[in-house]
């Protein structure tokens, strides 16, 4: 017998089971994204390696080690895209899409890094993403934030905290990154090799360590915020004001940093203690020199990822399972079976966001009432011969004490609706 092939390590099936908690995921994020005037591109999986060197830098981890890079038959160097950002502001550029123009857009796919498969990090990943160009002010930075807010709330998700920083502009970071590599120099015995690498290549980056034997020195380390140059401290200052005028609750953590030089004032994350060292379920900030890094002219950009793993595995911690099929339709012999198929027809017609599965293939009443269980149906239709005989359907509650009852073929749809909506949710609305 031949081998049996398997997926790749880190790259996943999902299954059916798995599907309807992905499509309850894509269609809340569509609407949120869609509520806020966002407009969805997307972008190819493969990419040419330069943008990813050029964007995310050539001596990240990421370029160096994780990239899946490869020639194909023409000599090019090809990259399965690691992230959506560099991607979005490169097609911006190369549709005219930014130049003296307000975009707001969104994205949602696949991504690849060749790393170490553990719980919410995988070789394929998925991500989405909303990136805004042509818009300097706090203003939509916040927008971000609030849009991202509004998402947990549509999902049901609960504790998660923001967390905030403004990076300032390029030049009074280089004046504060000069400081930062004089104090950690000051320290450097104490340091692990992956900081003491970060030391000489991204000394910001120490910052973000998640190593507690450097906690006390990070917390000495100089702020960044008594650092900034007067303009962003105002547009941080603004910032505060338009979340604190909204409600938006949050932590401004100094500590909260990006490695990248075209990253610029805002950044924010929103983390959550119930998933462990993977706990940052969505990151995102300005980064307004990516798109001259890139080729275009200057624009002002901010956006936020954020990993959908990671935000179905805290919809799974916090016991807010999708949606399963409303109804099972049961039919008992082929007039049934006739007539049922009519009727689930109508029904459909009549309930567009019902969600009907009418049996197929001959088994007994108990037989389908089993698979209607298996289903995770709340509601279970019945049509045999003495409902034929009767002109009527019986109506059986899945999920709820409550009898059975019988009503006429004409009432059925009236009747769906009213013990569909008074019916107890499976999930948090």
């Given at each position: 017998?031949?081998?049996?092939?398997?997926?790749?390590?880190?790259?996943?099936?999902?299954?059916?089971?798995?599907?309807?908690?992905?499509?309850?995921?894509?269609?809340?994020?569509?609407?949120?994204?869609?509520?806020?005037?966002?407009?969805?591109?997307?972008?190819?999986?493969?990419?040419?390696?330069?943008?990813?060197?050029?964007?995310?830098?050539?001596?990240?981890?990421?370029?160096?080690?994780?990239?899946?890079?490869?020639?194909?038959?023409?000599?090019?160097?090809?990259?399965?895209?690691?992230?959506?950002?560099?991607?979005?502001?490169?097609?911006?550029?190369?549709?005219?899409?930014?130049?003296?123009?307000?975009?707001?857009?969104?994205y949602a796919g696949p991504m690849f890094r060749h790393e170490r498969p553990q719980k919410g990090r995988y070789r394929q990943f998925h991500q989405a993403g909303a990136e805004t160009f042509g818009m300097a002010g706090p203003d939509i930075d916040a927008e971000l934030i609030v849009m991202s807010a509004r998402l947990w709330r549509r999902l049901g998700l609960e504790n998660l905290r923001l967390e905030i920083n403004s990076l300032g502009s390029s030049a009074a970071r280089a004046a504060y990154r000069e400081h930062l590599v004089e104090?950690?120099?000051?320290?450097?015995?104490?340091?692990?090799?992956?900081?003491?690498?970060?030391?000489?290549?991204?000394?910001?980056?120490?910052?973000?360590?998640?190593?507690?034997?450097?906690?006390?020195?990070?917390?000495?380390?100089?702020?960044?915020?008594?650092?900034?140059?007067?303009?962003?401290?105002?547009?941080?200052?603004?910032?505060?004001?338009?979340?604190?005028?909204?409600?938006?609750?949050?932590?401004?953590?100094?500590?909260?940093?990006r490695g990248l030089d075209y990253y610029s004032r805002t950044v924010f994350e929103w983390i959550s203690d119930d998933l462990g060292a993977q706990g940052t379920v969505c990151a995102g900030g300005r980064y307004d020199g990516l798109v001259e890094q890139l080729g275009g002219r200057a624009t002002p950009a901010?956006?936020?990822?954020?990993?959908?793993?990671?935000?179905?595995?805290?919809?799974?911690?916090?016991?807010?399972?999708?949606?399963?099929?409303?109804?099972?339709?049961?039919?008992?012999?082929?007039?049934?079976?006739?007539?049922?198929?009519?009727?689930?027809?109508?029904?459909?017609?009549?309930?567009?966001?019902?969600?009907?599965?009418?049996?197929?293939?001959?088994a007994s009443l108990r037989a389908q009432l089993r698979r209607a269980d298996k289903a995770g149906a709340r509601l279970a239709l019945i049509l045999g011969e003495d409902e034929m005989a009767a002109n009527t359907v019986a109506v059986k509650y899945l999920r709820e004490n409550q009898a059975q009852q019988s009503v006429a073929l004409g009432e059925s749809p009236g009747v769906l609706r009213h013990a569909l909506a008074s019916a107890v949710p499976l999930i948090k609305q």
């Open positions: 017998m031949p081998k049996r092939i398997q997926s790749i390590r880190g790259m996943h099936d999902i299954l059916p089971a798995r599907s309807r908690a992905w499509q309850h995921l894509d269609a809340t994020f569509g609407q949120c994204f869609a509520a806020y005037g966002y407009h969805e591109i997307r972008l190819p999986i493969v990419e040419p390696t330069e943008l990813f060197a050029r964007s995310i830098g050539e001596v990240t981890d990421i370029v160096e080690k994780e990239m899946y890079t490869f020639e194909d038959r023409n000599g090019d160097s090809l990259t399965l895209r690691p992230e959506g950002t560099a991607s979005c502001a490169r097609a911006g550029i190369e549709h005219g899409l930014l130049h003296n123009q307000q975009q707001r857009l969104w104090y950690l120099s000051a320290h450097e015995p104490r340091l692990d090799t992956e900081s003491r690498r970060r030391l000489d290549e991204n000394p910001l980056r120490v910052l973000d360590s998640k190593n507690p034997e450097l906690r006390e020195i990070i917390a000495g380390a100089p702020s960044l915020l008594n650092a900034l140059d007067d303009e962003s401290a105002a547009h941080f200052e603004q910032l505060r004001d338009l979340l604190d005028g909204v409600g938006i609750v949050y932590k401004t953590n100094p500590r909260l940093v901010a956006g936020f990822a954020m990993g959908l793993e990671r935000i179905l595995d805290l919809m799974d911690t916090q016991s807010l399972a999708p949606e399963m099929p409303d109804v099972y339709f049961c039919v008992v012999g082929s007039a049934a079976a006739r007539a049922g198929l009519a009727l689930a027809e109508r029904l459909r017609d009549e309930l567009p966001d019902m969600r009907l599965i009418v049996n197929a293939g001959d």
